[in-house]
């Protein structure tokens, strides 16, 4: 751009702003060298009424400095946005973020379900099975979980049931040998 607009060069000049204005966010650019304009290439911006934020096209302008004198300014390069596209890209761009977050929120959940099954809800179902089934006046017990519950509160709720039923086996014999000493005694 420097060159072209240093050497006043409008073929080069419309190649550069053509080249800008196939970007799809940008609606027009403008090549000026001092007053004389080298080269302006646009198309036409959609009028876009259904956008929540609507907003004009702005306009960008950056002064361009001599190749030889940084200090000079020998012309401007103007920019106006398409605020339709970029709306467009920013709707895309908010829905694939959304889109993306709830995956991740989906796959969460499905992993803590899926722990919580696996560590939790099993190992107290196959507890309560295993209690259902027991016969308690022979002395049953339930076993002890897999290494992974033998420490927790799985594990806890087993030692605690077993020892319950230790004290259930116990005072049933105490009592059976108190009936058979009442039987006697009677």
Known sequence: TRVAVFLSDDQLAKEI??????????????????????????????????????????????????????????????????PAVIAEKLRHSVISTVLVQLAEVALAALCSVLVVMRLITRPITSISNRLHRLNVTLGEKVPLPSNLHRKDEIGQLVHDVNVMIDRVVTLLGNERVLRQDLEVNE
């Open 17 to 82: 702003a053509e080249g800008l204005a196939g970007n799809d966010i940008v609606a027009e650019v403008t090549i000026r060298a001092d007053d004389k304009v080298l080269a302006r290439v646009g198309k036409p911006v959609a009028d876009n009424r259904s956008m929540l934020l609507h907003s004009e096209p702005q306009r960008l302008t950056r002064a361009i400095h001599s190749p030889f004198v940084a200090d000079e300014v020998i012309g401007e390069i103007s920019l106006v946005s398409n």
